[in-house]
């Protein structure tokens, strides 16, 4: 049963930004790490970054310094802050904890050059 849903992708140029939110139904978010992952067209899904329980971050090289997780327990969400898009960033991105369970529909982000 899927309880995160993400939300917030979306068509945008290159150099811009866009925030992407990742919801729980539950309270799977609040005990668990949380990562966004993305999938491109014709590649496997790679992950993106992660936040830990109390706030702790990581991030992949191509995206170090430019995106921010960050979580919000209060409204079990955890959000990843996208600037200065490439178009390499296009690609259908996914919320899950860690260790990952069933993955929800994802949201997709078009970055334009």
């Known amino acids: 049963q899927v309880q995160l849903v993400e939300s917030g992708g979306g068509l945008v140029q290159a150099g811009g930004s866009l925030r992407l939110s990742c919801a729980d139904s539950?309270?799977?978010?609040?005990?668990?790490?949380v990562g966004w992952y993305r999938r491109a067209p014709g590649k496997s899904r790679e992950w993106v970054a992660t936040?830990?329980?109390?706030?702790?971050?990581d991030y992949a090289r191509s995206v170090k310094g430019r995106f921010t997780i960050s979580r919000d327990n209060a409204k079990n969400t955890v959000y990843l802050q996208m600037n200065s898009l490439k178009p390499e960033d296009t690609a259908v991105y996914y919320c899950?904890?860690?260790?990952?369970?069933?993955w929800g529909p994802g949201t997709q982000v078009t970055v334009s050059s």
């Open positions: 539950g309270t799977l978010l609040t005990h668990n790490a």
């Open positions: 936040v830990t329980v109390r706030g702790i971050t």
């Open positions: 899950n904890v860690v260790p990952a369970r069933a």
